[in-house]
Each structure stands twice: as C-alpha cells, then as structure tokens.
C-alpha cells in the first residue's frame, strides 16, 4: 500500500479514537487533565501523518511533456487553412470527454480564435475499440466532408452522442441538408473504414491512445510540431497556450 493511502487510512482510524476516547473518558473514570493529554498526543501523531502524505504526493515527479509530430493529412478542418497557428485534436464522437470539450471549450476557441483566422483545428479520427458506433460516426463524418458539410455533422454527432447508430446517422444528414441518398451510399460503401484503421493505428504508433489528445503549433510542410495536450482541459488552459506561441510569431 503505498504512503497516500497509509496516510488516508491513518487519519480516518485515528479520527475514530479520537472520538471514541472523547466518549469514554467520562465512562471510565478518566480525568479531564488525563483524556487531553491523550487527545493532545492523538492530534500530534495525526498532523504527523498528514505530513507524511503531503510530502510523499510533493516530491513525485510531474509526467514529462511530450513533444509530437502529427501529420495534417486526413484530417478534416475547422477554421481558415491559413490561420498561424494549428490545433490538432485526436477524437472519437462517443467519448464523453470530447463532447466536454466540443460544449465548454471549442465555443470559446471558436470565438476568440477561429472565427478571427488566429487558428485553425484539424480533426483526426481515432475511434476507440470499446465505443460500439465511434468509427461508424468518423465514417459519418467524412461522407458529409464530401458534400462540405463536416463541421455541421461534426457538431451534430456531439449533440447526439448517445445515439449513432446507422439509422440515426442517415436522419442526421437529412436535418443538415446533406442529399441523403448519395451520404447513405457513401456509408454503405464503407469506402472510409480502411482510411480511419490506418490513420488510429498511425496515431497510435505515436503513444497517443485516449481521447481527446491535442497538439498545438505551426503548420509547416503539412505536419505540427508541439507538446501534447491531454483530456478536455479548461478553456483557459487552451488560451494560455495559444496566446503565447502568438505573441512568439512564427
């Protein structure tokens, strides 16, 4: 067991005769000078422990940054090709923790840098195994990029993650005015399904394997060059980093 857990453990037994003793000091017979010493005693072997397990959390080590190269190839783009800056997001539309960051995130981004031509984000597919329609919905996805339509589909599947199947993806098209019948034979040609395996067995290959991962920095070349970004981080942490490689230049 390691010292964090010793440490949760020991406060919460130690709380408990803590109270026991406060209860049956005056059940036994202890005097009031006899039951603090033992209380004063207790609190000190607590406040100890505490510090044991501050210290030990303290001295671990935070995980290293890594710094990825992504290819922009495959992908599917929100925002101006030309904007200075790039972020790339590694995505599946059934992962609760991309939609987090489709509704509390990308609505800042959009506003504040997207819109403006400051950045520009590159979608790439990685459907994780354990999502029953997620690769069916990144399929989705490029049958509508066909007819230009990604960044509709896009936001729809995130505003129905709970309901992807095959039936619900064609009456999704319909709503944003896709020409039905030609999205419908796209899916059932499933002309995407190798480009979507290769490209998360590519990703992969890089040690990105959850969802959502970015990578912000400079387009050059068709390729980003930057430090990963894990999970749904908050709108301000996105900000921050991109601010600053704006105010870096290219």
Do not use: W
């Not at 010493?37 to 940054?65: M, S």
Request: glycine share 8%; aromatic share 6%.
């Amino acid at each position: 067991m390691n010292r964090p857990v010793v440490a949760h453990l020991s406060r919460a037994t130690l709380a408990l005769v803590l109270g026991i003793l406060s209860s049956s000091a005056a059940a036994e017979g202890l005097t009031r000078e006899q039951g603090d010493e033992i209380l004063r005693e207790l609190r000190a072997l607590r406040a100890a422990v505490e510090r044991l397990g501050t210290r030990d959390v303290a001295a671990r080590p935070a995980p290293p940054v890594r710094e990825l190269e992504v290819s922009l190839a495959d992908g599917n783009r929100i925002g101006s090709p030309d904007a200075p800056l790039t972020l790339v997001q590694f995505t599946d539309y059934q992962c609760p923790y991309c939609a987090r960051f489709f509704r509390d995130v990308l609505p800042t981004l959009k506003e504040n840098y997207i819109d403006s031509g400051k950045l520009q984000l590159v979608v790439h597919d990685l459907p994780l195994d354990f999502h029953a329609h997620a690769a069916n919905a990144a399929h989705a996805a490029r049958c509508a990029a066909e007819q230009e339509r990604f960044v509709a589909m896009h936001d729809t599947l995130y505003g129905n993650a709970q309901a992807l199947d095959a039936g619900a993806l064609s009456q999704y098209a319909a709503n944003i005015g896709l020409d039905r019948a030609a999205f419908d034979a796209c899916m059932e040609s499933g002309r995407y399904r190798e480009s979507i395996t290769r490209g998360a067995a590519a990703i992969q290959a890089l040690g990105i394997t959850g969802t959502p991962t970015f990578v912000l920095g400079h387009a050059v070349d068709g390729k980003v060059k930057g430090p990963q970004i894990l999970g749904a981080q908050p709108a301000a942490a996105f900000a921050s980093r991109i601010d600053a490689l704006l105010e870096q230049g290219s």
